[in-house]
């Protein structure tokens, strides 16, 4: 069974915090993706990277960075958490358009 | 990417076939329509795609309109665990899916 994995579910955080959201897929796909999810804006895109050390900015890449140093592995990096970061965030692999999520993590910032 | 127009919702009824429907006029001729689903508490999956024929899975059936400017997706039978938001996306897929709002999907028992 394919898979994406985010390494955590639920994550709570305080304000300035640096912060590290894991994802690592099993499928050898080149493509992965950061999605953050909010009530009223759907899924929008934060980055996404094509292979190893590539990145590309998404919709709304201001104030995360990512990185990419293992084909299976892609972080979301939020340099100071703020409250606006507080969100749902899911992690997708893909081979053309056919896409795989992960579970989600669900940030809270206090 | 093109546009997409869903209803924001739909209600069916359990063991009724469903019928979604999505206008996508600006399409490409190079985008595939792609259909995701959203489960409350998970991520998308990927329920159906197709280019410009009629597609059969598992899961569901995807009419493409001849001019490729709308799809349905359907359902054949509604269960309660089919309740979920459905995206349709045309893409190609290379620079991420773009999610729109998508149709919330209620089943009655």
């Known amino acids: 069974d394919v898979k994406v994995t985010q390494s955590s579910r639920y994550l709570v955080k305080r304000t300035g915090e640096k912060v590290f959201l894991e994802c690592v897929q099993d499928m050898d796909h080149e493509n992965m993706f950061w999605y953050r999810q909010d009530p009223g804006l759907g899924l929008r895109l934060i980055y996404f990277s094509y292979d190893v050390k590539m990145k590309e900015k998404g919709d709304i890449p201001e104030g995360y960075s990512v990185s990419r140093e293992k084909k299976e592995r892609f972080s979301l990096i939020l340099e100071s958490a703020s409250t606006n970061q507080t969100s749902m965030y899911l992690c997708a692999s893909s081979l053309g358009g056919l896409a795989f999520f992960g579970q989600g993590t669900r940030l809270t910032v206090v | 990417d093109a546009k997409t127009t869903q209803p924001n919702s739909m209600e069916s009824n359990e063991e009724e076939p469903v019928h979604l429907p999505c206008n996508h006029s600006?399409?490409?001729?190079?985008?595939?329509i792609h259909w995701y689903r959203q489960l409350p508490s998970q991520g998308p999956e990927y329920v159906i795609h197709?280019?410009?024929s009629n597609v059969n899975n598992r899961m569901a059936s995807l009419a493409i309109a001849e001019d490729r400017k709308s799809s349905t997706l359907i359902l054949h039978r509604a269960t309660l665990r089919d309740a979920a938001v459905y995206y349709c996306i045309p893409t190609r897929g290379a620079d991420g899916l773009t999610f729109g709002k998508g149709t919330h999907l209620i089943i009655q028992p």
């Open positions: 197709g280019l410009t």
């Open positions: 600006t399409i490409s001729g190079t985008d595939y």
